[in-house]
C-alpha cells in the first residue's frame, strides 16, 4: 500500500509565522530538519498566530484514505510567561490537543510532534486541504513566548482507485526505466524502491511495475 510524504508546496490562506535563517522562503524552511539552519517562528504575548501550508493533492484514490498524519519537528526558544498553546491545524479544524508540555522541554530541543487523522478528517478533501499549526502565549507585549519549526510534513496511506493501478504502475515502471534501463536485476528492486522518494514502495509492489512497462517497451518495438 503506498504511503507518500509530502513537504509543503504552498503557502496557506494564514500566513502569520515568520521567517528566520538562510533559507530563501518559508518553503524551503520547513522542507528539512536542519535544526536552527533554517526555521519558521512564532512569537506571542496573547495573539493567535497560524501557519496554514498547501500541499500536493492526491488524485485517483479511495476515500477516505488509509491514514493521514501531519508531523512537525518544533522547540521552545523562548518560554515568556504565563501559559501556551500549539496545536496542529488539520483542514478547517484546530485540533483539539495542546502539546506545550511536550514541546516546553528542558534546553529546548527540537522534539516530534504528529496529529493523526481521524473519522472524517481522512476524506480525500479533507487531506487535500491546508495544515499547519497554531501557537499562543500569554505574557503580552514584554514577555512573549516564541517557538520555532525546522521542518513540517504530511503522510498518508492510501490505495488507488480502480483503474488507476495500472496507469500508476506503468509510470513508475517509466521512471525506473528511464533511470536504470530494461536490464535491472530483480535483486535491486530493494534498492530502487528507497530510491524512489517520496512514494514509497515495497519491492514486491516494484516488481510487477517494472515488468509491466518492460513487456509494453518490448511490444512496441516488435
Known amino acids: 500500500m503506498p504511503v507518500q510524504t509530502d513537504t509543503p508546496s504552498g503557502i496557506g490562506a494564514t ?30 504575548g496573547g495573539a493567535l498566530i497560524l501557519q496554514l501550508f498547501t500541499f500536493p493533492s492526491l488524485l485517483g484514490v479511495v476515500t477516505p484514505v488509509t491514514a493521514a498524519t501531519l508531523v512537525c519537528r518544533v522547540r521552545r526558544y523562548l518560554s515568556g510567561a504565563g501559559g501556551r498553546g500549539f496545536s496542529a491545524w488539520w483542514d478547517s479544524v484546530q485540533d483539539g490537543t495542546n502539546h506545550e508540555a511536550t514541546v516546553n522541554v528542558a534546553g529546548g530541543a527540537y522534539v516530534t510532534i504528529t496529529f493523526t487523522a481521524a473519522g472524517g478528517q481522512l476524506a480525500l478533501t479533507s487531506v487535500n486541504g491546508q495544515h499547519g499549526w497554531i501557537f499562543t502565549a500569554a ?22 482507485n480502480t483503474g488507476s493501478a495500472g496507469n500508476y504502475a506503468h509510470l513508475i515502471g517509466s521512471l525506473v526505466g528511464g533511470m536504470i534501463g530494461g536490464n ?3 535483486r535491486e528492486m530493494g534498492a530502487v524502491s528507497r530510491a524512489m522518494g517520496r512514494v514509497r514502495l515495497l519491492p514486491e509492489e516494484l516488481e510487477p511495475a517494472w515488468r509491466d512497462w518492460n513487456a509494453q517497451k518490448r511490444m512496441v518495438m516488435a
Open 15 to 44: 500566513d502569520d509565522w515568520a521567517l528566520y535563517g538562510s533559507a530563501a522562503n518559508k518553503l524551503d524552511a520547513v522542507a528539512t530538519d536542519d535544526g536552527d539552519t533554517s526555521i519558521i517562528y512564532a512569537a506571542s
Open 139 to 160: 505574557g503580552g507585549p514584554s514577555n512573549k513566548a516564541e517557538y520555532w519549526i525546522t521542518q513540517t510534513y504530511r503522510t498518508v496511506t492510501f490505495t488507488y
Open 184 to 186: 535491472l536485476l530483480l
